[in-house]
């Protein structure tokens, strides 16, 4: 087996909360194949969660970073810059909305609580890759999470449906953008997994019956197999792959109906 993958690779996992976390996951299976790693967090309330997680792999950096501002994600990227000189990956795990925009219906969304929502599950990927980048050495690879929600209706998932969508047509955009300095750009379209902005979502437990009963391999997906997912994109194995959306559901996205006959009793 080999489990070199990543060695020589050092990139900054954001959007740690926990050891439920996504970007957990990846940060594992990262590890797993040598790669280095450094965290941020979203303020100090996370800080005694993701410190003895950070030291379990090792990590090389653990700053503070809230998206939402632009010197944070500044301050990052010096912090980076000073430490490494240079950066081969970034994975973006981050999402935001209004808890109170995800139990009702769509149509009622507020003004405030879109602009919010848009502008750290959307733009803040942005606004990472703006800042990366002169960072970003040839054979580079960001990514981003998103979900189905930005493909079809998912109940309850209202505003962030929108904003993965437009999420999703931003990493083709700075797919489009950055090829020329051979970085990619790539999205993990993941399947439900129970975690802390998960827990938000209303019926989210139906949700993942539902998805766990009509996709093809009859099961969820765990962090760690979106982990082993984000090897393939941010390591040279995917180094044809960009602008990419690509499933780690268990094939939920290809069906249209599920055979009643092969569902377990
Ligand atoms: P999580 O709660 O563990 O992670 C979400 C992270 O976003 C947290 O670490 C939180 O601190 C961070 N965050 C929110 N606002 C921030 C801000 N202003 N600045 C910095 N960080 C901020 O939940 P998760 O499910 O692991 O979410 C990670 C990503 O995966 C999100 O983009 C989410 O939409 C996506 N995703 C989740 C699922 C699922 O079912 N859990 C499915 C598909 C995609």
Redesign the pocket.
């Known amino acids: 087996e080999n489990l070199s993958l990543m060695q020589g690779k050092r990139g900054l996992v954001?959007?740690?909360?926990?050891d439920?976390?996504?970007?957990?996951?990846i940060a594992k299976q990262v590890h797993a194949q040598g790669g280095s790693l450094g965290f941020?967090?979203?303020?100090d309330a996370?800080l005694k969660r993701?410190r003895p997680l950070a030291e379990q792999v090792e990590a090389e950096i653990l700053e503070s970073?809230?998206?939402?501002?632009d010197d944070?994600i500044q301050a990052v990227f010096d912090k980076v810059k000073e430490v490494w000189g240079g950066l081969d990956f970034v994975v973006?795990?981050?999402?935001?909305a209004d808890r109170n925009e995800l139990k009702d219906k769509y149509v009622h969304t507020s003004r405030e609580g879109f602009l919010r929502s848009m502008d750290?599950?959307c733009y803040?990927f942005t606004a990472v890759a703006q800042k990366a980048l002169p960072l970003m050495r040839p054979g580079g690879s960001l990514l981003?999470?998103?979900?189905?929600?930005a493909e079809r209706v998912m109940p309850h998932y209202n505003v962030?449906g929108v904003a993965?969508a437009a999420?999703e047509a931003s990493v083709r955009y700075l797919a489009a953008d950055l090829g020329d300095d051979g970085v990619r750009v790539n999205a993990?379209?993941?399947?439900?997994?129970?975690?802390?902005?998960?827990?938000g979502?209303g019926d989210?437990r139906y949700?993942?019956k539902w998805n766990e009963l009509n996709s093809p391999l009859r099961r969820n997906v765990t962090?760690d197999q979106v982990g082993s997912s984000a090897v393939y994109l941010l390591s040279d194995l995917g180094s044809a792959v960009t602008g990419e959306v690509h499933h780690v559901d268990s094939g939920y996205h290809t069906v249209g109906m599920m055979a009643v006959d092969a569902a377990p009793q």
């Open positions: 954001m959007g740690v909360a926990n439920r976390s996504i970007a957990w996951g941020t967090y979203q303020g996370l993701v970073c809230d998206v939402g501002d944070s973006h795990a981050i999402a935001y750290i599950s803040s981003t999470l998103s979900y189905f929600g962030m993965k999420l993990i379209s993941a399947g439900p997994i129970r975690t802390l902005a998960a827990s979502i989210f949700i993942l962090i």
